[in-house]
């Protein structure tokens, strides 16, 4: 499995960004995928999740009513629509495959990420 996220960049505040998490792998269908994102000199968090079957999707509070998440199973692509952005949204965000059944929001649920993309949001 090969995860390649793409779609950063940098943004004034208030702007979207629409991030792309592009799975190879014919088994991409049948798991979760999540977004997290980690900003210099903090620790990797969770942003958001959607189910398998893409019915679920899970938010962090600071992002809630702002980003979506999405995903095309015929494309094999997970998406995270992010928009009225704010400079604490700066940030390299990665995509991940949730392969463990713990809570969305745990690192330690899943086992294959992304290389992760760059969001630059000024001020």
């Known amino acids: 499995v090969q995860l390649q996220a793409s779609g950063g960049g940098l943004v004034q505040a208030g702007g979207s960004l629409r991030l792309s998490c592009a799975a190879s792998g014919r088994t991409f269908s049948s798991y979760a995928m999540g977004w997290f994102r980690q900003a210099p000199g903090k620790e990797r968090e969770f942003v958001a999740a959607?189910?398998?079957?893409?019915?679920?999707?899970y938010y962090a509070d600071s992002v809630k009513g702002r980003f979506t998440i999405s995903r095309d199973k015929a494309k094999n692509t997970v998406y995270l629509q992010m928009n009225s952005l704010k400079p604490e949204d700066t940030a390299v965000y990665y995509c991940?495959?949730?392969?463990?059944?713990?809570?969305?929001?745990?690192?330690?649920?899943?086992?294959?990420w992304g290389q992760g993309t760059l969001v630059t949001v000024s001020s």
């Open positions: 991940a495959r949730k392969y463990y059944s713990g809570d969305y929001y745990r690192l330690s649920q899943y086992d294959y």
């Open positions: 959607i189910s398998w079957s893409g019915g679920s999707t």
